[in-house]
């Protein structure tokens, strides 16, 4: 049971960091508005929230004594995904932040990057927020303010990163994976040999179909030739 909900808290929290992400390049861009910014702060938030979820679920597991091995090696794997993800976050949050200072809402002189992107995010937002509706009730100055915020967020996100790995140490090369190294390599390489093998197999087959033409075209002049030579014997004799 617990494992189940550590991947639903750790599906969820992927969900959002990728939306976040979506979200953060489109800042400075021809979509950017004030509503993308509150759409931002939201889903930041939401993301953090799904990550305080997962620490602590995951901290109690893996501090469990009585947690069976494989089970262990399993919240394993999951905390190194969680730790990834969760890095993932801060650094979009840190280009969120560098964005947010470049392209300023409150600066209309400003120029924004011409993406070539038009419309709003907030399809995005609310799928990834379960929200059907999203109000902006921020002030005129949300950039400004949330700025501060954003700030403040990263540093949080950074304490958190370091505190987990106090209180829980698992070496990321010390996981193993599901699969075997170079699983998909090698599918993709046994799938390249077969189709080289198939082409030469069609190599083969039309040089061998090139040399029984030619086969039966000497045959044929050989039979000819041999034809006109009794027809002259006979003629002469």
Known sequence: MMKEECKALLDALNKVTAC???MVLTIGGT???????????????KAQELAVANRNKLTAVLKDKTVSKEDKAEFERLWVIFSTCLEILEIDMRRALELGHEFPLNVPKKHLIQTGMSGGTSGVAARAMSVQNMKYEAEHNIDVVDLKDLENEINQVGEMMYEME???NVP???VEAKQDPGAELKS???VGASSIGMISV????SFCDISKVLAGIIFSAVLIIAIVLAVCVVKLS
């Open 20 to 22: 976040y992400r979506h």
């Open 31 to 45: 979509s950017d508005s004030q509503n993308l910014r509150e759409e931002l702060k939201k889903t930041r938030q």
């Open 166 to 168: 106090m209180k829980v």
């Open 172 to 174: 990321q090369w010390t």
């Open 188 to 190: 993709t390489i046994s």
């Open 202 to 205: 069609e190599e083969n087959k």
